[in-house]
């Protein structure tokens, strides 16, 4: 279920009620392979035992009456005793055995070898074959050999058609799917960063975001989109015809609580001159009619940001002033002087700022070699979880052979090691990475020098600005 896959397939029938509810129960037994295969007749087993299973080769998928218990080599619990059908799976190496498991059995070995099956397809027209996702060409005479065994996603697409199902593809036989494939188109998406569409139709539903093609069967379909920014934009309807690619742009508008924090953000970055005291220029006070005029122009009303928009536009003009500016011959020496006292100011404070610029600089450089540190103790414990975990291999392997040699006393110590590294890797690989997480919180937390350093460029533009005046 975790993998969308199916683990189990079968059915049951019967002709009374109460036939079906014991059908039911010998499912139920038969989707945790608790039974036992009695000339093809499953019974619900009622006894279990204890068995080592080996394969060649090894760390292959170990399935007890075709459902999965775990990885060769493996000691797998609770098998039932009887007649049973074990089987192994590696890739495309594939082996089973059907036989009696009694209490006294201790040790069984599944050879493996390489297995294929053949799928053949029954279809009217020539479309694309595709297996998860591999293309293995057309249609044409529909028989596709050297398929790896096991449960596979098969889609069959082209000419306006598409099928796809779950299909088994058991060893050396030959699967036989019968498809009627129906008409699809395909909807070009392109939908807003931040937002996501839901696609809906007859038995059909989608969620889609960012740009892509999806393909749907031909039909009438409602799309509803929205985002946490964006106002929901729902019941788009659209219709897709045969092998038709239809366009899905939406226009999505911000929310009102949206289009207020972006205006609100730019009035607080103008609102930043007055605060550290500068000097403002006629490109602000553009800046600043430009920002009412789009305020003017928004579909929504915010009078609280206009009135703040106009209370600075009144700053600045007062401290620009309105109308020419007069020529350079007749500036006055009070202004000049003015115009000196505030240069010092900026000078002042230019240090100033590359003072803390250095100090912070200074801390960060700290950070940094203490997250050096932090990242070398995170490697120094990957170390330690790769050797735990080779001296568990190590000792895992000595219970192995101990186990099949029939000394259960050194088996069961080797086992005991093994369990220690076990924790061992664990818990260095959860030190490892808590240090890792370490360095990079020190690499990231360290003082931000992004104000100062905008500030400064911003008071050495006005140092600037002063100079070319005088």
Same mark, same amino acid.
Request: net charge negative; proline share 3%; aromatic share 10%.
């Given at each position: 279920?975790?993998?969308?896959?199916?683990?189990?397939?079968?059915?049951?029938?019967?002709?009374?009620?109460?036939?079906?509810?014991?059908?039911?129960?010998?499912?139920?037994?038969?989707?945790?392979?608790?039974?036992?295969?009695?000339?093809?007749?499953?019974?619900?087993?009622?006894?279990?035992?204890?068995?080592?299973?080996?394969?060649?080769? @090894?760390?292959?998928?170990?399935?007890?009456?075709?459902?999965?218990?775990?990885?060769?080599?493996?000691?797998?619990?609770?098998?039932?005793?009887?007649?049973?059908?074990?089987?192994?799976?590696?890739?495309?190496?594939?082996?089973?055995?059907?036989?009696?498991?009694?209490?006294?059995?201790?040790?069984?070995?599944?050879?493996?070898?390489?297995?294929?099956?053949?799928?053949?397809?029954?279809?009217?027209?020539?479309?694309?074959?595709?297996?998860?996702?591999?293309?293995?060409?057309?249609?044409? /005479?529909?028989?596709?050999?050297?398929?790896?065994?096991?449960?596979?996603?098969?889609?069959?697409?082209?000419?306006?058609?598409?099928?796809?199902?779950?299909?088994?593809?058991?060893?050396?036989?030959?699967?036989?799917?019968?498809?009627?494939?129906?008409?699809?188109?395909?909807?070009?998406?392109?939908?807003?960063?931040?937002?996501?569409?839901?696609?809906?139709?007859?038995?059909?539903?989608?969620?889609?975001? /960012?740009? /892509?093609?999806?393909?749907? %069967?031909?039909?009438?379909?409602?799309?509803?989109?929205?985002?946490?920014?964006?106002?929901?934009?729902?019941?788009?309807?659209?219709?897709?015809?045969?092998?038709?690619?239809? %366009?899905?742009?939406?226009?999505?508008?911000?929310?009102?609580?949206?289009?207020?924090?972006?205006?609100?953000?730019?009035?607080?970055?103008?609102?930043?001159?007055?605060?550290?005291?500068?000097?403002?220029?006629?490109?602000?006070?553009?800046?600043?009619?430009?920002?009412?005029?789009?305020?003017?122009?928004?579909?929504?009303?915010?009078?609280?940001?206009?009135?703040?928009?106009?209370?600075?536009?009144?700053?600045?003009?007062?401290?620009?002033?309105?109308?020419? =500016?007069?020529?350079?011959?007749?500036?006055?020496?009070?202004?000049?002087?003015? @115009?000196?006292?505030?240069?010092?100011?900026?000078?002042?404070?230019?240090?100033? =700022?590359?003072?803390?610029?250095?100090?912070?600089?200074?801390?960060?450089?700290?950070?940094?070699?203490?997250? !050096?540190?932090?990242?070398?103790?995170?490697?120094?414990?990957?170390?330690?979880?790769?050797?735990?975990?080779?001296?568990?291999?190590?000792?895992?392997?000595?219970?192995?052979?101990?186990?099949?040699?029939?000394?259960?006393?050194?088996?069961?110590?080797?086992?005991?090691?093994?369990?220690?590294?076990?924790? @061992?890797?664990?818990?260095?690989?959860?030190?490892? /990475?808590?240090?890792?997480?370490?360095? @990079?919180?020190? !690499?990231?937390?360290?003082?931000?020098?992004?104000?100062?350093?905008?500030?400064?460029?911003?008071?050495?533009?006005?140092?600037?600005?002063?100079?070319?005046?005088?």
């Amino acid at each position: 279920i975790a993998n969308r896959r199916i683990l189990f397939m079968d059915q049951a029938t019967a002709q009374f009620l109460g036939q079906m509810r014991d059908m039911m129960e010998l499912l139920a037994y038969e989707v945790a392979g608790l039974v036992t295969i009695g000339y093809d007749v499953p019974a619900i087993a009622s006894d279990f035992t204890r068995v080592f299973i080996e394969t060649v080769p @090894s760390r292959a998928d170990i399935y007890i009456n075709g459902i999965r218990k775990g990885i060769s080599p493996d000691v797998i619990d609770r098998v039932p005793v009887g007649r049973i059908e074990v089987s192994a799976q590696y890739g495309n190496f594939y082996g089973e055995q059907t036989l009696e498991v009694s209490r006294e059995t201790q040790r069984i070995l599944i050879e493996c070898a390489e297995a294929y099956g053949t799928l053949s397809i029954k279809a009217d027209e020539n479309l694309d074959v595709y297996l998860d996702g591999r293309w293995l060409g057309k249609v044409g /005479g529909g028989r596709f050999a050297n398929l790896p065994i096991g449960i596979h996603n098969l889609e069959l697409k082209g000419e306006g058609l598409y099928w796809q199902d779950e299909v088994l593809i058991n060893r050396n036989e030959q699967t036989l799917v019968e498809i009627q494939p129906r008409e699809y188109g395909s909807i070009e998406y392109g939908i807003p960063e931040g937002a996501i569409a839901e696609v809906s139709g007859e038995l059909f539903r989608e969620v889609v975001k /960012g740009y /892509g093609t999806l393909a749907v %069967p031909v039909g009438q379909y409602s799309v509803v989109v929205s985002g946490k920014n964006y106002e929901k934009h729902a019941d788009i309807p659209l219709s897709v015809a045969r092998g038709a690619r239809v %366009p899905l742009a939406p226009d999505l508008l911000y929310t009102r609580e949206y289009v207020y924090q972006l205006f609100a953000e730019r009035i607080k970055e103008s609102e930043r001159i007055s605060e550290y005291g500068y000097r403002v220029t006629n490109i602000d006070l553009r800046k600043l009619g430009d920002l009412k005029s789009d305020l003017e122009q928004s579909r929504h009303r915010f009078p609280d940001l206009m009135a703040r928009v106009d209370d600075l536009i009144e700053k600045a003009e007062s401290i620009i002033g309105v109308g020419a =500016l007069p020529p350079r011959e007749t500036v006055t020496q009070d202004a000049a002087a003015g @115009s000196t006292a505030q240069l010092n100011v900026l000078l002042a404070r230019k240090q100033e =700022l590359q003072l803390q610029l250095e100090a912070s600089r200074l801390v960060r450089k700290r950070r940094v070699v203490r997250g !050096w540190i932090s990242f070398g103790a995170g490697v120094a414990g990957a170390g330690l979880a790769g050797l735990s975990a080779y001296l568990y291999d190590e000792n895992y392997k000595a219970h192995e052979e101990a186990f099949k040699d029939g000394l259960f006393d050194k088996s069961e110590h080797y086992k005991q090691l093994a369990q220690f590294w076990k924790i @061992s890797t664990f818990v260095a690989a959860g030190a490892g /990475g808590l240090s890792l997480l370490t360095s @990079s919180i020190f !690499w990231l937390s360290g003082p931000s020098t992004r104000n100062i350093a905008d500030e400064l460029k911003f008071v050495e533009s006005q140092i600037e600005i002063l100079a070319d005046e005088r």
